[in-house]
Nanobody
Framework: VQLQASGGGLVQAGDSLRVSCAAS????????VAWFRQAPGKEREFVGA????????YLADSVKGRFIISKDGAKNTVYLQMNSLKSEDTAVYYC???????????????WGQGTLVTVSS
């Protein structure tokens, strides 16, 4: 299994951007797919997650009200819709698969290369 994030780019503050996480293998209903991000010189931090079976989503306080997570089961893909982007959202965004909802990246695996999102102010 591999999860590959894509769709990043350079945007201005206040813009919107959607990034995708495509899984090459099976994701089971018990799995959680999470988004993390890592800014230069900082640790990887939790952004949000979605339970594959129920579709329930969870978001970090820093992005709640601005970001939305969704999935397309037929495409084995999870999306992160980012609205009202801020300069502090600049980071490489990664997705990973876990067996339950955890907020530390060590609990997830099958990371891809990530996709860079740069927000200019």
């Amino acid at each position: 299994v591999q999860l590959q994030a894509s769709g990043g780019g350079l945007v201005q503050a206040g813009d919107s951007l959607r990034v995708s996480c495509a899984a090459s293998g099976r994701i089971y209903s018990s799995h959680v797919v999470a988004w993390f991000r890592q800014a230069p010189g900082k640790e990887r931090e939790f952004v949000g997650a979605i339970r594959w079976g129920t579709g329930r989503t969870y978001l970090a306080d820093s992005v709640k009200g601005r970001f939305i997570i969704s999935k397309d089961g037929a495409k084995n893909t999870v999306y992160l819709q980012m609205n009202s982007l801020k300069s502090e959202d600049t980071a490489v965004y990664y997705c990973g698969r876990g067996n339950g909802l955890e907020y530390a990246p060590a609990h997830y695996s099958y990371w891809g290369q990530g996709t860079l999102v740069t927000v200019s102010s």
